[in-house]
């Protein structure tokens, strides 16, 4: 809201310590359980990978995902 109200983009954003440190467990935790089971893992930038789902159909792109097919990697150039 601040850094609405005062037109600061680069303003710094409340954090609040245990939320975060739950978020980062489960995301370690989905990108380390993928990794094991061969499958791809990374991160994406939300907007591409709405893009992705979007352009290719959250059906399709979970089930390339499942087979262990690329999912990130369906789109090299942005």
Same mark, same amino acid.
């Given at each position: 809201?601040?850094?609405?109200?005062?037109?600061?983009?680069?303003? +710094?954003?409340?954090?609040?310590?245990?939320?975060?440190?739950?978020? +980062?467990?489960?995301?370690?935790?989905?990108?380390?359980?993928?990794?094991?089971?061969?499958?791809?893992?990374?991160?994406?930038?939300?907007?591409?990978?709405?893009?992705?789902?979007?352009?290719?159909?959250?059906?399709?792109?979970?089930?390339?995902?499942?087979?262990?097919?690329?999912?990130?990697?369906?789109?090299?150039?942005?």
């Amino acid at each position: 809201r601040l850094s609405v109200e005062r037109r600061e983009p680069m303003m +710094d954003i409340e954090n609040h310590e245990l939320p975060r440190l739950l978020a +980062d467990s489960i995301q370690l935790g989905l990108l380390r359980g993928t990794r094991t089971l061969g499958m791809e893992a990374g991160f994406l930038a939300l907007p591409r990978a709405l893009w992705l789902l979007l352009e290719y159909g959250v059906e399709e792109c979970a089930n390339r995902w499942l087979r262990q097919e690329p999912f990130f990697g369906l789109r090299k150039e942005w």
